[in-house]
């Protein structure tokens, strides 16, 4: 496997219209997003609505903060459940963003995939297979990544970082992304079996990533299952496409992410 090409959509399609997202017969739906773009909240909000899941899996939440607004209802008002769920020490964009997404679920049933964080730097220095445990096997997480791969995706934390990262620390960045990776991919079969589906993912653009990303662990582990990836990115991605549909937006205006580094 060292040094094998990463693998490509079988079809990557872009959408210049959310009139023609169709999710066909797919049995989950990965719905990707830039995380403070509220135009890509919007989007989510109404492909959940027009695609009526029998579940809703939030990258952003933990199973706690899940039955919280499970037991409140949506309908409780964006301060009364962002006051509940903790959400201004959560470290995610205004929660009002994410709100009429859950308002769009109905009567889906809410899962919360969000990782403690101290389980996810634990993958830093231990490993994704250690941290993950029983079952890591079902998701390939023993297996060392194509080299072609593990130097990209390194690159990929580098740039994410602002460059400001040590290099050895680089492998322990991937190891936590595989980690959380494999454990969306955990939650959101346990919600289709729970459940019976469609299974919609609310996710950053590079979990719903078909080359390594969600999709690609619920192929590992479950082959059978249908996927379906939607990407939301700021500018015209560079070939191959790592999404099988996706559209360009426009950026909101931002500060420097990398001020903060500097």
């Known amino acids: 496997m060292a040094g094998a090409a990463l693998a490509a959509p079988v079809f990557s399609s872009e959408l210049t219209d959310l009139a023609e997202f169709d999710p066909g017969a797919a049995q989950v739906v990965i719905l990707g997003e830039v995380h403070d773009n509220p135009a890509h909240h919007e989007a989510q909000a109404e492909l959940v609505a027009r695609m009526a899941p029998a579940?809703?899996?939030f990258e952003m939440l933990t199973p706690e903060q899940a039955r919280t607004i499970v037991d409140m209802g949506a309908d409780s008002g964006v301060e009364a459940l962002a006051e509940a769920l903790g959400w201004a020490r959560s470290g995610w964009p205004d929660f009002a963003m994410y709100?009429?997404?859950?308002?769009?679920?109905?009567?889906a049933a809410i899962?919360?995939?969000?990782?403690?964080?101290?389980?996810?730097r634990a993958a830093v220095t231990d490993g994704a297979a250690e941290v993950f445990g029983q079952g890591y096997e079902r998701f390939g997480l023993g297996d060392p990544l194509p080299d072609a791969e593990q130097?990209?995706?390194?690159?990929g934390q580098m740039a994410a970082h602002c460059d400001a990262l040590p290099e050895d620390i680089l492998p322990g960045m991937v190891a936590a992304q595989r980690l959380r990776d494999a454990h969306f991919a955990r939650v959101t079969l346990d919600a289709l079996g729970e459940t019976g589906g469609p299974v919609a993912v609310i996710t950053g653009?590079?979990?719903a990533r078909t080359d390594w990303g969600i999709p690609a662990a619920i192929a590992r582990a479950a082959p059978q299952v249908d996927v379906l990836s939607f990407g939301q990115v700021e500018a015209p991605p560079?070939?191959?496409?790592?999404?099988?549909?996706?559209?360009?937006?426009?950026?909101?205006?931002r500060d420097d992410p990398c001020a903060a580094f500097r």
């Open 55 to 57: 579940a809703v899996v």
């Open 99 to 107: 709100h009429p997404i859950l308002a769009a679920a109905g009567d």
């Open 111 to 120: 899962y919360g995939a969000a990782l403690p964080r101290d389980r996810v």
């Open 151 to 155: 130097a990209t995706r390194e690159a």
């Open 205 to 207: 653009n590079g979990h």
């Open 238 to 253: 560079e070939p191959p496409v790592p999404f099988d549909l996706w559209r360009v937006t426009v950026a909101p205006e």
